[in-house]
């Protein structure tokens, strides 16, 4: 590695960020679906900086129990606090964490990036709340949230909406739907809101993310016996329904579904379908009337022809720099390499890497990319 890391400081010479800091993350057995998303969010530069902060809050590390949000402060401390500007760490502990925490990834086995993401970012997010109800007492938040899938769901009492704790993981990643109903009866509009940390969106052959977000918040008939029942007319009726974004997240989390279940296969089969993804995107699918303009600044991708066997690694942007990580190994790439990751126009082809989790920032936050 000391080659690779030399060879990278070679490539950017003079213009290394100051402070900055690239290295590569040991793999400890198929752990790349871990390494790649840490770096991909080692380079969520408002996440790094709010995590180290909080780290750095803590009076007496040695004296607090070891848990997922201080393995992975320590590894970020850890590689933000290196001498040398390029290398190779090995996150044993965080590794060991996880395991610990969930039996999902205790194996050897190929384990999924996206089920990852989700599991860190709810289980940090659960973490920083116990810790705030502890210090607070119970007072104010007695009602527990409940985690769902992609996000957390706002517990109501007494049919009173509680303000739910907002934790700066919350304030990075967390952004809010609303799912409408339109009854064709009535036309009363029944609208729901829900929150997401991350967007899960199909996927169609040669397509790019603006079509596969306007299919997301496309208008979807309820008839027969999907009928809607209108509390209105006390009774089932045909419906229209959608979902819109009311509330952009600062960080846009973007899983493109590539793994199908195939009925007649009887098994997941991985969709090597083309999807472009653009360096800047714009969301307009909102409530809000303005457009939310993203820059995109990491891409998780998924090397392989199937859902159960594969490598994942990830190509990042840092201080207008695009970078390609692979476990120990870290290079510069350009940018344009990014497009060889959208993904093949046939299903047969020798390209194997397609984007799979995408990360993009609001350029309304104020960000030194």
């Known amino acids: 590695m000391g080659a690779t890391g030399s060879k990278l400081e070679k490539a950017l010479g ?11 993350l040991e793999n400890f057995g198929n752990t ?43 590894l970020f401390m850890q590689i933000s606090t290196q001498k040398k500007k390029t290398g190779v760490i090995a996150p044993k502990r965080f590794v060991q964490r ?25 289980e940090l997010v659960d973490i920083l709340e116990k810790e705030a109800n502890s210090s607070k007492g119970s007072k104010e938040h007695s009602s527990p949230s409940e985690k769902i899938p992609n996000g957390i769901h706002v517990p109501q009492a007494n049919g009173v909406r509680k303000e739910p704790l907002v934790t700066w993981v919350h304030k990075n990643f967390q952004g809010i739907l609303t799912n409408e109903t339109k009854c064709l009866r009535c036309e009363t509009v029944t609208a729901r809101d829900e929150t997401f940390l991350d967007l899960s969106l199909d996927i169609e052959q040669n397509s790019s993310i603006t ?31 959608r979902m819109k974004i009311k509330k952009p997240p600062h960080i846009l989390v973007i899983h493109l579904k590539r793994f199908k279940y195939m009925e007649q296969l009887g098994r997941y089969k991985k969709l090597s379908y083309r999807v472009v993804f653009p360096l800047e995107l714009k969301l307009t699918n909102t409530m809000e009337d303005a457009d939310c303009e993203y820059s995109l600044f990491g891409v998780v991708v998924h090397v392989g022809s199937g859902p159960n066997h594969g490598h994942y690694v990830s190509l990042v942007k840092s201080h207008n720099h695009w970078l390609f990580f692979d476990d ?5 790439i350009d940018e344009s390499a990014v497009q060889t990751s959208f993904g093949s126009a046939q299903e047969y082809a020798s390209n194997t890497d397609h984007g799979y989790i995408l990360f993009y920032e609001s350029l309304a936050a104020n960000s030194d990319r």
């Open 211 to 241: 079509s596969c977000l306007k299919n997301f918040s496309s208008t979807e008939t309820l008839n027969a016996e999907d009928k809607f029942f209108c509390d209105k007319c006390c009774s089932l009726q045909e419906a229209q329904k």
């Open 14 to 24: 003079d213009q290394f960020p100051e402070g900055e800091r690239y290295f590569g």
């Open 328 to 332: 120990e190994n870290v290079e510069m």
């Open 98 to 122: 996880v395991k610990k925490e969930n039996e999902l990834f205790r194996g050897y086995m190929h384990q999924d990036a996206h089920e990852f993401l989700n599991f860190l970012l709810n």
């Open 32 to 74: 790349c679906y871990c390494n790649s998303v840490l770096q991909a969010l080692y380079f969520c530069v408002p996440f790094r900086e709010q995590l180290l902060e909080y780290y750095g809050n803590i009076k007496n590390p040695g004296d607090i129990e070891e848990n997922l949000l201080t393995c992975l402060a320590e």
